[in-house]
Structure formats: C-alpha cells, structure tokens
C-alpha cells in the first residue's frame, strides 16, 4: 500500500524474488525503495512502472538488474517482461 509497508516485507525472511515498484511513491521514490531492499537482499532484480522512462533512464536512474516499463502497458507486456526478469535470475 505504501513504501513503509513494503520496506518491511523486504527486511522480513519472506521470499522475494523480484520487487516491482512505481517510480513514484508517497514519502520516497521507487529508486529509494529499491536501495533500501538491495541493502537487505543484494542483486534483488527490480522492475520500475513510470510514465516517465526516458527521464529516468537518462538520468542512470537504472543498475544493474534493473528495469522499467512504460505506463500505459498491457497485463500480457508486464508478464513478459517479469518473465524475462526472473529468466536472467536463474542463468
């Protein structure tokens, strides 16, 4: 529901294996989000949601096992893209 909620599930021992995040979050942004749960589980792959990638991205906004997909996106281009994410986990 909120940044301070997901922070904890991600100190937690619950298995995560990707964390999707909007770019913008009340209280930190998504990139803040992603810090804090790599600092917990290092090499955590994330998946960004922004309807302002190019920005982003030319900002290196972006590390490694880091993505982002443009908003609006159809369910079946989440799902590839989450695929392919968890795909590059496992190589």
Known sequence: AEANAAVKLLQSDERIDLLV????LPGMNGRQLADIAREHRPGLPVLFMTGY???AISSGFLDAGMDMISKPFTIDLLATRIRAMLAQELE
């Open 21 to 24: 995040s909007d770019v913008g």
């Open 53 to 55: 990638a190019e920005q």
